[in-house]
Every structure is written in structure tokens, then in C-alpha cells.
């Protein structure tokens, strides 16, 4: 028997690892350093309804114990992954949990690429990552405004069935307070953290380095903020956590 075993939103993982979205593509490109499967789930690149060519100029910086990355969502949209991507994988025999990151530029984006992921039965969990900029509200993030946070996890838990974790970003006044909402509307689990919003600047040129200017900050120097956060979270709400940010071991 497995020891590592455990139960995950109904979902039975063989072990509590997965790995986070954007980092791990659809983890078909890691077939050469290990067997995918050796993971309880993988949570797959983001994905949104068309496919997104993401931000223009440099993606990524290096910093001091971690780095910087704007990648800005480049993903081939849903219908190509279900279509081809999904394929690959199941040729590749990747047969573990897959967690399915859903992103929106509008509240209507994200409760129709909900629709289209509910109908995927290879897809385990639906994360919803309200990271993204709303356009309906002058680019700020859904997650950073409480009531729309509200809002959009209730419409997305109104249209799946699938367990729903909502991502949520430590770029906000009160993490907490946005956590208790998600969870009154039908959030099951709380995915936490995002990256942290930070630049870094070329000294000769005197510019930022990256293309979009800021990016999200990773690395193992963001998991004392991420522990905060998990831990905070875990006092005030009941959900269960899936927690990230700065692991870089066991």
C-alpha cells in the first residue's frame, strides 16, 4: 500500500505532489527526465477559450533566488487541447489527475470555458485562476476585487460538476477576506499562492528587462510569504489548500 496515498476533493491521488500550472506544460515535455505519472496530478499549462500568443518582448529574468516571468497565457486554447494535446497525452500513457487551469478575460469567458472543461472527463479538478486582468473592469484582477471574485466563482460552480479550486493572487490587500468569499460561493479548495508581482531593470540600458515591464516573481525566496498565506487561510476558512510557492524540495 502506498503510504502517500490520500483523497483530494473526492479525487484519490496516489501521492500529494502536482505540480503547479505554467510550470509544467501539459507534461508531455518531461517524458525525457521522468515518468509524469510518478506525480499525483499534473496541473496543466492555463488555458483559455482561443488560443493566446501571450506578452511581446523578453518572457523571463533571472533574480537572486528566484525569477521573474511574463509570459502573459500562451497557451493553444481549449479546443486544440482537447482535440490534439489531450490525444498526445493519453498515446504518451500520462495517465494521472489532471488539474485544468481555466483563464477568462471576462466574467461570460470564464463560465463558458468552464462549460467546455466540464465535458472533458480526462480533466479531474477545475482550477480557476482569477489572476487574470478583467477588461470589464479597467484591467484589474478578478481576484482583487472581492464582490467580482464572488461573482465569478459562483457562475463557474453553477456550470461544472467537477471540484473547483480557485486560485487565488497574494498581490491583494486581504487574501483572507477574498478566500472567506470564494468559499461562500462554491469555491471546494483554495489555490494558493500566485506568483508575486515584481521587475527587474537592465543597469546599462537603464530599462526593464522584461517586455510586459513586470512579471510574476517564483522561486524559493517566495515560500515564507506563501506559508503566511496557507496558514492564514487555513485558520479562517474551511477548505482544503493546495499549497505553492518557493518548494523546492521535500
Known amino acids: 500500500m502506498n503510504r502517500l496515498q490520500t483523497k483530494f476533493l473526492g479525487v484519490d491521488f496516489k501521492n500529494p505532489i502536482v505540480t503547479s500550472s505554467g510550470c509544467f506544460g501539459f507534461g508531455l515535455e518531461y517524458r525525457d527526465y521522468f515518468d509524469p505519472n510518478i506525480l499525483g496530478g499534473i496541473g ?22 528566484g525569477m521573474l516571468n511574463c509570459v502573459g497565457l500562451e497557451n493553444p486554447g481549449i479546443e486544440y487541447f482537447e482535440s490534439h494535446i489531450l490525444p498526445e497525452m493519453k498515446a504518451a500513457g500520462i495517465t494521472t489527475n489532471i488539474i485544468a487551469n481555466i483563464n477568462g478575460k471576462t466574467v461570460e469567458e470564464y463560465v463558458e470555458i468552464a462549460k467546455r472543461a466540464d465535458k472533458i472527463k480526462e480533466i479531474a479538478i477545475l482550477e480557476l485562476n482569477i489572476s487574470c486582468p478583467n477588461v470589464k473592469d479597467g484591467g484589474m484582477a478578478f481576484g482583487a476585487n472581492p464582490e467580482v471574485a464572488g461573482k465569478v466563482t459562483k457562475l463557474v460552480r453553477e456550470v461544472t460538476t467537477k471540484p473547483l479550486i480557485v486560485k487565488l493572487s497574494p498581490n491583494v490587500t486581504n487574501v483572507v477576506e477574498i478566500a472567506k468569499i470564494v468559499e461562500e460561493n462554491g469555491a471546494d479548495a483554495i489555490a494558493v499562492i500566485n506568483t508575486l508581482l515584481g521587475m527587474a531593470i537592465d543597469i546599462k540600458k537603464r530599462k526593464p528587462v522584461l517586455g510586459n515591464v513586470f512579471g510574476g516573481f517564483s522561486g524559493p525566496a517566495v515560500k515564507p510569504v506563501a506559508l503566511r498565506i496557507v496558514y492564514q487561510i487555513r485558520k479562517a476558512t474551511n477548505l482544503p489548500i493546495l499549497g505553492m510557492g518557493g518548494v523546492a524540495s521535500a
Not at 483559455?48 to 501571450?54: F, I, S, W
Open 44 to 65: 496543466i499549462k492555463g488555458l483559455t477559450l482561443e488560443a493566446r500568443d501571450g506578452n511581446y518582448g523578453t518572457r523571463i529574468a533571472e533574480t537572486p533566488a
